[in-house]
Each structure stands twice: as C-alpha cells, then as structure tokens.
C-alpha cells in the first residue's frame, strides 16, 4: 500500500541476485515496471479492448482459468489507472505499477477474477477520492467487501494504535472471506520486493511485522510459494550478514561440477518407469532461509543439502506406489518418513516425506504429491478459487448476517473468538505474535465424538476455555484418555478429554492457571477475571502449586497449604471413644478403645485384643494390625456392637484444588450432622489434594448420606474409609 510503496525500480535483496543451486524450469520473466508505466499512461486505443498494461495479467489468469470473464478486470483496471492518475511512488514509477504488480503476483498463484479485481483495486479508497460505496455500484458486494478489508484505518483517527487495529480489522474480515488476507499477502509481497530506497529504520519495522505476522500467517494460510519468499526478504534486511554467508554457499554449490540431486533424479525417473509409473520428478532448490537453517543444523553442507526432489503423479494412490517402489529400489532413511495425505496439516498442506541414502552416504530428501496437491501446496487457500461460489440453498448466513465460511479453518476461527476479549490494541498486538508463533496444531476429542484443535502444547486448562469459554472457571480436573488428569497436563495428538466442571456459577480461575494457558482465549479470559476481582488476587494461600481462597469462613479453624495441618476440636484427643455401652467385650470390667487406624464403626465386622493397662483395642476384621497381632501370638478378644448407634470415622477425601473447597467441604459436612473432631490436609501435589477427617456421628446410618455429601461438593472427585494400616507402637 502506499505508505510502503518504494523505489519499484531497485531491485529487492533476493531477487535475481543468485544463479539457482540446481537447474530449474523456465520461469516466467519478472515485469519491466517502467514499461508498466508507460503503458499504464498511453492506455490503449479503445474501450473496449483490454489495456495492453494488463495484457500480462491476462495471461497468468488465463492459464488457470481459460474462460474467465475478463471484462471486470478491465474496468477495474480503468477505474484505478483514472483514480491513482498523477500519484508516483517514491522511485518515480507511476503509481498505477503497485496493484497491477500485486495483481500479476495473484493471477500466477490461480486467484479467481474476484480476487483480482479487488486486488487492481486494493488501495483506491485508501489513496484517492474513490469510496467504497463506489466500488460497490460499479462491482459488486464481494469486491467491495475485499476493497475495504484490506483498506487500513487511517492514523489520524487511531493514533498509534492503527496498525494493530488495521490487522485486527483485516482478520475479521478474512474470516469471513479468506481472500482478504490473500489480496494483503500478495500486497505486502511486492511492497517487500521493492523496499531499497526506505530508510533502514523503517525497512526494519516493516521486516519486522512482515516476520511476525505476515508470515505465519502465510503459512498458516498455506501460501508457500508467498511465505518462502518473503521469509528471504525479511532474512536479507534483519540478518544481512548471515544472509551474505549463505547467498555464498549458493553460489559456491552452483559452480560446483557434479550434482547428487540430478544424479539421484535420474536414478528415480528410471525406477518408476520400470515400475511403469507416470511420475514427474523435479528438482527443487532450497531456499535461502531453508539452507540457513540446514547449515545450523547440520554444520558443513553437502551437495543434497541444497534442493529436495519432487515427485508429481497423477492420483493419490500413485502417491504410495511411488513410495513403495523408491523404499524398495533404494536405500530408505525411515525416520524421515511422514505422511501428511493421511493425516494433512491444518493448512490445507498435503504429501508424502521421505528420505534416500546415496552410496556416498548422502542423504536426499523427497517430496510426493499429486499436481493438485502441489497446486494447493504452493498456492494454499489462493489455490480454492472462490470458496463461496455455491448456489443459493448452499449460501449459509450465521445468526449476526455474516457469511459462514466452510474453508475457515479453526486456527482462524480461535483467533476471532479470543481478538474479542483482547481488551486494547496493545493487548490485542502483543497476543496475535505470541499465537501466530505456535505454528503447530493437535487435534483431542471430546467424550461426544467432538473435537478440538489446539495448538501444540496446549494443556486441559487450554481445553476448557477452548470448550467452554469463560464458563471454564468452574473447571474442576480434567480425564485424559479415561484417567484422572491435572489441569496442567500438556495434551498430545489424538488424545481424548473429558472436562470435569463445577456447578457453583460463582466459580473462580486459579491464578496459577495462567502458567498453564498456552491459549490467547485462555490467558485472556483468566487475566480479565483476575482484573475484576483485585482484591481476592492476594489472598490466595499457595504452596506446590495450590490455593485456598476463604478457607476460614466454614466451620473448623483456617488450613494454609504447607506442612500437614491438623485441626482439632477443643477437649478432643485423637482417638474417638464412645459410651459404656457402645460396644461389648468378653472381658468384664475391661476398658475398651477404638483402634485409630481403622477406626471402627458399625456394622463392622469387628474384634479385641488386650494391650497395657488392661485395655481392649477394637479393630475391624481386615485391619492390617489384626493379621500383625495374630502372628506374634497375641489372643482375640471377642466383641460386639452394643445399642448405641452414635459412632466415629474416618474419611479421606481426594479432590482438585480450587478455591473455597474446604470451607464448601466442611459446611457440607456439618449440614449433615457430622462433627468434625480432627482434619488433616496434605501438602497439595500437581493440583491435587488430600483431606482426612476424624468425625462424630450421632448415628451410624448416617455415614452413607455423608460421604455422598462429600462427593457432590465441587471438585471432589473420592470419598472413602480411611484404609486400615499398621499403628506404630
């Protein structure tokens, strides 16, 4: 656009600076601009015939689409040409030469009419008197639409958050149409050609964002054949010497006599023409960031370091075929192997990977796709043509009026939910680099056959707030794979979660979560929560990763997370005893204690044995002492439940942690008349914790309901007897 438009006349860093590493097909020869401009003033002789300044334009359309209607580009070619008449770029050039050159860059990718049109138009509103009201009378609605999603906000109105707010109303729009960002894309592409005569500063600025966003987002969008390039535009202005070192590893590999990738394509075309397998192989060269990368991690560069090969077939089972007969005639490097026709990438990106060994222990990488996947994998969503070219019945309206697009894919449609929460352009900025940096994707299932796309890395805590948005604060613990699983657990491919919520609509986000929220949806909703509520930020109570907000405000005295704390009622020791009656023991007159470790209640299949001072400790049956106590020789004692029902337990409770659960815990308990004599909470261990209670019960029929109780509270997942064990004596 014009605020970026520079000397079209200097060449770009990259282009045309270095022979190729390896022969490649005739390209098509790069567009004399100055001749552009010339013909962009002379215009041509007749309305109705095309101006000879798109008669390139044409040719790329024409060769992907040969019966395209070409009379809107020429009157968007008109249009432009009268509305960009007498503005100059910086180098001279007649301005009119940015969209045609934008334009030529999408004709060879395969853009459809639409989007070409729209591009010859791309910086009318933004630069002259045209409106889009205008564009919209003399197009259509989808032109206009195009027009203005790629049109920037003006700084006069925004200040400095302009920019941002320009990408965050472009990725509104690219959801809803997806051309949008490939008009922007082609755009900035030409603008990268042509920054020579920029200053430093802002060639770097501009790099800078091209890198950070322009560029995932174009492999995001699977637009290779537009992110190679623009990763060596950006290579060449923000690492000038590193980029040096490299253009002269090229050049020094393209003098060089002999060519292991040639050598081994030969090798290959002869394989599958025995095998009688129409294939095309090709070489392609690296680029100059891919041999950067390869040198760093390989160290000094062989011959096959330098291009991968190519193999074109026409149908996907050619594809395995291909496959089947180079692992067999040749040498397989099966680590490098990967199938992604199976299994696509999220950017529409589909072939086959492998490697092969050489004699001379190189190693040459190979691609295999079909034409069409190859069209796809250069073009990526350019290569759809217009997705939205559906009959009437098929045209879906979502509930707001926009148009639901079916190619959207769900890394855009994350993005568009999370830019709603991002509360200022800063935010909004800082967020979109750190998502558009994840540039890998997993998918996890859902309990319902659902799925889930989440970047990888993503945890449940990611998981929830993908599902369940801010709803997601009442998350409790998660299952992965049908086993319990912490908030923080880092999910992998294909694995399947099963969120456990909370009821309590009051529920409120750990802080600790946003260690664990890889997500812009996730950390977004749980700093926005954490900045409402400033004064319950620093209450909470943190030991290993836990914390208990209000711990004081149930019945019992406050539990801090540390060491294990007992809470105990006044007068009460850590051994519960009942009436004279409660129990009877064939020892008249004896003295009789219920045994802490297992601590007995009815209708527990019991019995006795006399320890010092003439007491008789009453165990249940399955304690652990009792088989310990038999083997030393020690006699039982019979007992036997009297009529008293009032009786004492002890329960362990397995829970989550969360706030507020152990005054929910307790008040649960108490309300069904439970008396807490003692409580000991454990020391939190990957955001879970473990509860034991000692409590009076007036009745024990009453034991079932409470350990129900304790069930229903929030984040509470076990409730069982305390497990008998050997006392120490």
Request: glycine residues 8%; proline residues 6%; contains cysteine.
């Amino acid at each position: 656009m014009s605020a970026e438009a520079t000397n079209s006349a200097t060449p770009g860093p990259v282009a045309g600076a270095v022979p190729p590493a390896v022969p490649r097909r005739k390209a098509r020869a790069r567009i004399d601009l100055r001749r552009l401009g010339r013909a962009a003033l002379l215009g041509s002789a007749s309305r109705d015939r095309l101006p000879d300044a798109i008669s390139h334009v044409v040719d790329a359309h024409r060769a992907h689409h040969p019966d395209a209607d070409l009379e809107p580009l020429r009157r968007a070619y008109v249009l432009a040409e009268s509305s960009h008449r007498g503005q100059m770029r910086k180098s001279g050039e007649p301005y009119i030469t940015h969209p045609l050159a934008v334009t030529l860059i999408l004709a060879e990718l395969g853009a459809e009419t639409t989007t070409l049109t729209a591009s010859l138009l791309h910086d009318t509103v933004e630069d002259t008197d045209v409106t889009l009201d205008q564009v919209g009378e003399e197009f259509d609605a989808e032109v206009r639409f195009l027009v203005d999603g790629v049109t920037k906000l003006e700084k006069v109105d925004y200040g400095a958050a302009a920019e941002p707010e320009t990408f965050r109303k472009m990725l509104v729009a690219t959801g809803n149409d997806v051309r949008v960002m490939s008009i922007k894309l082609a755009d900035r592409l030409h603008n990268m050609r042509t920054l020579g005569v920029m200053r430093p500063e802002k060639q770097a600025r501009i790099a800078k964002v091209t890198r950070d966003v322009l560029i995932p987002l174009a492999e995001r969008l699977g637009v290779q054949a537009l992110k190679t390039e623009l990763e060596d535009l950006v290579f060449a202005i923000l690492h000038p010497e590193e980029y040096e070192r490299t253009r002269e590893l090229i050049v020094e590999n393209a003098s060089r006599k002999d060519d292991p990738l040639s050598d081994m394509a030969d090798v290959m075309r002869g394989v599958l023409r025995e095998a009688d397998i129409q294939a095309e192989v090709l070489i392609r060269p690296r680029h100059f960031v891919s041999v950067h990368r390869v040198s760093r991690k390989r160290g000094r560069l062989r011959g096959a370091d330098f291009g991968r090969l190519l193999v074109l077939v026409n149908e996907d089972a050619d594809c395995y075929g291909v496959l089947g007969e180079l692992h067999t005639c040749l040498t397989p490097v099966v680590s490098e192997f990967k199938d992604f026709i199976a299994v696509p990438k999220f950017n529409l990106y589909q072939s086959l990977h492998t490697a092969v060994a050489r004699q001379d222990g190189q190693v040459v990488e190979v691609l295999i796709r079909t034409h069409q996947m190859h069209k796809v994998a250069e073009a990526g969503v350019v290569a759809l043509g217009n997705p939205y070219a559906t009959s009437a019945d098929d045209q879906v309206a979502s509930t707001d009026g926009e148009r639901a697009d079916p190619t959207r894919p769900g890394w855009l449609s994350r993005l568009l939910d999370w830019q709603e929460a991002a509360p200022d352009p800063d935010t909004f900025w800082s967020t979109l680099r750190e998502d558009l940096a994840q540039d890998r994707e997993i998918t996890v299932f859902r309990p319902d056959g659902g799925t889930l796309g989440l970047p990888e890395g993503a945890t449940c805590v990611d998981a929830a707030y993908a599902q369940y948005g801010e709803d997601a604060h009442a998350c409790m613990g998660a299952r992965v794979n049908g086993r319990l699983a912490t908030l923080s657990t880092v999910l992998r491919d294909g694995d399947t979660v099963q969120l456990l919520m909370g009821q309590d609509p009051a529920a409120e986000p750990s802080r600790e979560w946003l260690e664990h929220a890889h997500t812009p949806a996730a950390r977004i909703a749980i700093q926005r929560w954490l900045a409402a509520h400033p004064a319950q930020v620093g209450s909470d109570v943190k030991e290993t990763g836990v914390a208990f907000r209000g711990a004081s405000d149930g019945p019992g005295a406050q539990v801090t997370a540390g060491e294990g704390v007992g809470v105990r009622a006044p007068g009460e020791g850590s051994v519960g005893r009942f009436g004279a009656g409660s129990v009877l023991v064939d020892r008249p007159g004896a003295a009789v204690r219920l045994a802490g470790c297992c601590t007995p209640v009815p209708p527990d299949e019991v019995t006795g044995f006399a320890v010092r001072g003439g007491v008789v400790t009453v165990h249940r049956l399955e304690c652990a002492a009792v088989a310990r106590m038999k083997g030393t020789g020690r006699a039982e004692i019979g007992v036997r439940w009297g009529d008293t029902t009032e009786c004492r337990v002890t329960l362990v409770a397995e829970s989550f942690v969360r706030p507020h659960l152990l005054a929910d815990l307790t008040e649960a308990m108490a309300l069904e008349g439970a008396e807490i004599v003692s409580a000991t909470v454990e020391p939190p261990s990957q955001q879970r914790v473990r509860h034991t209670y000692t409590v009076q019960l007036p009745d024990a029929a009453l034991l079932p309901g409470l350990m129900r109780a304790m069930r229903n509270v929030g984040g509470v997942y076990d409730v069982s007897r305390a497990q008998p064990q050997t006392p120490t004596v």
